[in-house]
């Protein structure tokens, strides 16, 4: 009987959950302005059944500005999204680039 090891998975639910509250750099590649903007974001690792894989997001707060409400978005990762996530760790925090406009 020949089996093979197997692999670990960083996107596991264990290793998920330990990213709940981190903090996210979250910038675009649509920013066009020199500096580019980022957001700061927060990390959300939710899991809606015990048998069930966790649903990762990140959250992001855009303060009130002259024309523009305060507001909330929520930007859901698929499996790909969080090996990058995971990849972008420094000391703790995380950065992660949307393809679309950061609003």
Do not use: C, W, Y
Not at 7 to 13: E, G, L, W, Y
Not at 73 to 101: C, Q, W, Y
């Amino acid at each position: 009987m020949n089996r093979q090891a197997p692999t670990h998975d960083p996107a596991n639910a264990a290793d998920l959950h330990r990213l709940d509250g981190k903090i996210v750099l979250v910038r675009s590649t649509r920013d066009r302005r020199n500096p580019p903007t980022a957001m700061r974001g927060t990390i959300e690792v939710r899991q809606a059944a015990p048998d069930s894989p966790p649903d990762v997001s990140l959250a992001v707060e855009f303060p009130q500005m002259f024309t523009t409400r305060a507001h909330h978005r929520t930007i859901p990762l698929k499996h790909d999204d969080v090996m990058r996530l995971l990849a972008s760790e420094s000391n703790g925090t995380f950065e992660f680039t949307i393809d679309e406009e950061l609003e």
